[in-house]
């Protein structure tokens, strides 16, 4: 994937057509990227203990395929490439449109704690979804050397 934290992409397809935004995380095993203002769901939390319920919106990540980078000097989408600086000797990536070389832009830090709020909410969903499989070789692995395949808890026949 080309496209990095920090660049300014718009939308080419999906619900969100047309918006603008920068990248502000970049998951590279599932091809998608979080970009602000784009793909915002809201989620219902309940109340727990003396939290009070709320509706938090944030923005969910988004397929790569969906976005494409903005130009810096036309302002249009367009296609990035790669090529050897001849000054610096370096790899860079550039516009293919016009030219121009993409420089690697810092985020403010607001968009840096959004990106790692959407990490964390990430991060709980994964661990709520851990396989019964995982959980029961935890608890009988601790009963000692001998037991080293999970124990069943239940039959596996009918109506008994």
Request: charged share 30%.
């Amino acid at each position: 994937m080309k496209l990095i934290h920090g660049d300014s992409v718009i939308v080419i397809a999906g619900k969100d057509k047309g918006k603008k935004g920068t990248v502000m995380r970049v998951l590279h095993d599932q091809e998608k990227l979080v970009v602000s203002g784009v793909n915002m769901v809201t989620k219902h939390t309940k109340k727990s203990g003396e939290t009070a319920g709320k509706i938090v919106k944030y923005e969910a990540p988004l397929s790569a395929g969906k976005v494409m980078i903005l130009d810096p000097k036309t302002g249009k989408p367009t296609r990035i490439g790669y090529r050897i600086d001849s000054t610096t000797g370096k790899k860079v990536r550039f516009a293919k449109g016009s030219g121009t070389v993409l420089a690697r832009i810092k985020v403010d830090p607001k968009d840096a704690e959004a990106a790692a709020k959407i990490a964390a909410a990430t991060a709980q969903k994964k661990q709520g979804k851990k396989s019964p499989d995982a959980l029961s070789q935890k608890a009988h692995v601790a009963s000692g050397p001998a037991s080293t395949k999970p124990m069943h808890t239940r039959s596996a026949g009918r109506g008994s």
